[in-house]
């Protein structure tokens, strides 16, 4: 794995300080969100835990400088805002950070369906998310939990069927 490419801003104290001016705090939301979503596709890390201090996306050594948990959860809350991430519990803690919204998933899931010929067939989470047919795919190396629930809106539009069999998913295109 190549080393991830910091931007300007991570070796700038203030930008590890929510700024008290509204339009600021805004433009530094949105570099943080940025931030986030490629720090965790380079890892190919689908979940965060806000209490994660060690985790470089949250520590700046050279800078020792720190994200406070709140913070975090404000830049998680404005990622859950643009339909980037949810919590995973009722305390908040754990997120479930996705790299593209749910919508675009299932959009790209459909569309590979669609191009292979594989409407009306049945699928398994694993062949989607993981298997050799996707690896040119953007979707490929989902984290499963993710495509099930992209998977399950596109279920709510009519354009496929979750199949569950024991533990593992399958799901139908129509």
Same mark, same amino acid.
């Given at each position: ?68 948990? /709140?913070? =975090? $959860?404000?830049?998680?809350?404005? !990622? ?7 919590? %995973? ?54 984290? /499963?939990? =993710? $495509?099930?629930?992209?998977?399950? !809106? ?7 069927? %979750? ?12």
């Amino acid at each position: 794995m190549t080393d991830f490419e910091w931007p300007w801003e991570y070796t700038f104290p203030p930008f590890f300080t929510l700024q008290p001016h509204e339009e600021t705090r805004q433009q530094q939301l949105k570099v943080w969100s940025d931030l986030f979503l490629k720090y965790l596709k380079h890892s190919n890390k689908f979940t965060l835990n806000i209490n994660e201090q060690d985790l470089p996306l949250f520590h700046n050594e050279s800078l020792k400088r720190r994200l406070p948990p /709140e913070f =975090v $959860l404000t830049i998680l809350e404005h !990622l859950q805002r643009s339909g980037h991430a949810a919590p %995973l519990d009722k305390r908040r803690q754990e997120w479930q950070v996705y790299w593209y919204t749910l919508d675009e998933y299932g959009n790209m899931v459909y569309e590979w369906v669609q191009e292979t010929g594989q409407v009306n067939s049945v699928c398994t989470i694993y062949e989607i998310a993981k298997g050799e047919n996707t690896t040119q795919c953007q979707f490929h190396g989902v984290d /499963e939990a =993710v $495509l099930v629930n992209a998977l399950r !809106l596109l279920e709510e539009k009519g354009k496929c069927e %979750l199949i569950e069999l024991d533990d593992s998913h399958g799901v139908k295109f129509f």
